[in-house]
């Protein structure tokens, strides 16, 4: 599900409805770059886990090379973070808490790798049963030149 801010006003969560069985829909993954702009997919996202009872994963790809793989503080054996990595932590466990108070299940991770690639490859290990992204919605040459993440994942 792409949500476009620059055409799309939050729904509330009441305009959402699910006529289909909750175990349907077990788990909604939502991508997080820390701009407003994907911040416009959390209401959706928080509509569809009130509704169907399904968790949240709250994923940010820092850009990088190679295959992704998980940078989550939780999964490194180091203990060397870099500041963007911290930052995404904490950025993604505030917002996580913020959904935990207010009923619903919700968790986090960051990895690292090219960001569409790692988005799908994270679909698959989450086992994710939607995504849930903005898109700037760009066009013509802006889209051209700069690409899509969210027309490389779909």
Known sequence: MLVDPATVEPLPASAISWSGLPAEIRKVMVTLDGSGFAERALPMAEAIGRTTGAAILLVSVL????????????????????????????????????????????????????????????????????????????????????????????
């Open 63 to 154: 850009p990088g090379k190679g295959r992704p793989r998980s940078v989550s503080k939780s999964s490194s054996t180091d203990n060397t973070l870099s500041a963007d990595q911290v930052n995404k932590e904490a950025y993604l466990s505030a917002i996580a808490g913020r959904m935990k108070m207010a009923g619903l299940s919700a968790d986090y991770t960051v990895v690292s790798g090219a960001v569409a690639e790692s988005i799908n490859v994270l679909i698959q290990e989450s086992q994710a049963d939607m995504l849930v992204m903005s898109t700037r919605g760009l066009s013509g040459m802006g889209r051209l030149l700069l690409g899509s993440t969210a027309d490389t994942v779909v």
